[in-house]
T-cell receptor
């Protein structure tokens, strides 16, 4: 059973657009929700993370919106650039349990 | 800070041989290290979790006798793929948690591409 459901699977936007990637979870014990960026042939890199007591967190061009009641969270990338083209994974964790979403392949067209 | 290295980055081996992959936390002590496997265009699949000085906890379906994990120190964990076969070819990624920060975040290594011929 997929603990974290992520959508869409792929996304294409124009430069300057705001891609939005969504994730949903069921386990209310999750207490940490990070987003990772992965380029081909590289390991994932932590982008931004949020705790469930916060509804929004912004770091640079990346923003997480968190809806605790709906058990959903999303990543927004402002003013997207071709260099943002990568695969993005959401995750949810509690203790040593750490679950990744299925990933979203983002392409930003110049 | 918070750098995790893996060695080697790429390895090609013949079927039936064993391969060891090292994962090191370079500038912090890791309470826990994790090993993942990733197939092309797929998500990361957790294989096992290891704490320094204790036996690794393997996820369901992962053969512990085939994927040997040793977490000998707070900065080093190794994954040995024993008697490798072509179906073991994959991208293996480790991650580590920082002991001093106490936070839940994981720092990932750059991955090791294993090809078994």
């Amino acid at each position: 059973q997929q603990q974290v459901k992520q959508s869409p699977q792929s996304l294409i936007v124009q430069k300057g657009g705001i891609p939005i990637i969504n994730c949903a979870y069921e386990n209310t014990a999750f207490d940490y929700f990070p987003w990772y960026q992965q380029f081909p042939g590289k390991g994932p890199a932590l982008l931004i993370a949020i705790r469930p007591d916060v509804s929004e967190k912004k770091e640079g061009r990346f923003t997480i919106s968190f809806n605790k009641s709906a058990k959903q969270f999303s990543l927004h990338i402002m003013d997207s650039q071709p260099g943002d083209s990568a695969t993005y994974f959401c995750a949810a964790s509690t203790g040593n349990q750490f679950y990744f979403g299925t990933g979203t392949s983002l392409t930003v067209i110049p | 800070g918070a750098v995790v290295s893996q060695h080697p980055s790429r390895v090609i081996c013949k079927s039936g041989t064993s391969v060891k992959i090292e994962c090191r936390s370079l500038d912090f002590q890791a309470t826990t290290m994790f090993w993942y496997r990733q197939f092309p265009k797929q998500s990361l699949m957790l294989m096992a979790t290891s704490n320094e000085g204790s036996k690794a906890t393997y996820e369901q379906g992962v053969e512990k006798d085939k994927f040997l994990i040793n977490h000998a120190s707070l900065t080093l964990s190794t994954l040995t793929v024993t008697s490798a076969h072509p179906e073991d070819s994959s991208f293996y990624i480790c991650s580590a948690r920082d002991k001093t920060s106490g936070g839940p975040w994981q720092y990932f290594g750059p991955g090791t591409r294993l090809t078994v011929t």
